[in-house]
């Protein structure tokens, strides 16, 4: 999002509880424009869970030395990402979700999403903002090819990319423990990109788990492209089908 505020995203300086009055208010305004959302518990949970994360990074940046002024910025860049744009991400995400599992989703996307290196940038108008030199994009329903998946996540890299795909419709399965195992259990691929199948009651029971996976391919795919730019060692494991 830009810097600009909205009333979502409010200017006066951080206090314990702001995010749960940023994110209630984004409930109430979506519940009055009749947008399909999970019941109040659930965005209840998704506030609580945002306050710990600014919490945690407050605390971790008070504790930092004098020295460490770069855990410092980066700590206190956390609290204000969330206090600015959160609202935001949270309101449009869900408007363009237009269903209360995708809408589930989003927010887990907007609260914890990451490609293991940095936080995954929902991007509203796709395309608008071009792309990062280095960081990973989400949007919903966004073309990717041929197909339009419930969301897509745009990897890049000084110009390469990496897509992933993500469905919410797959049937209820009995999927392995191990992450990288369910990850691969969880892909097909259309059109040459790979996409994690989740069911509805996957992401009911636990959207936070589904992100969690969403991160793991995504990382996979980023270290990939570390690797091609000579950064980091071509990851060792793929969770993409073979064949």
Known sequence: MSDNHSDLNPLRGWHPGLLREVVLATTRKLSEHKIPIP???????????????????IAEAIAAGHDDTGTVIANIGVARRFLER????????????????????????????????NEIRYQCAWGAQGSPDWGTLWGVKQKIRDFTPAFVLK????????????????PNRALPEDLHTRVRARTMVVSGVPVLAFSPTDVETDASACVEEIGYAASVLAQELLAMHGIEPPPRRDFRPHG
């Open 39 to 57: 019941p109040l518990d659930f965005y209840e949970a998704i506030a609580a869970r945002g306050e710990e994360i600014i919490i945690e990074a």
């Open 155 to 170: 990897i890049c890299m000084k110009g390469d990319i990496r897509w992933l795909a993500v469905e919410c419709h797959a």
């Open 86 to 117: 959160f609202g935001d991400d949270l309101l449009l995400a869900t408007e363009q979700a237009d269903d209360p599992i995708l809408a589930r989703l989003s927010a887990y996307l907007a609260l914890e999403g990451t490609d293991g290196y």
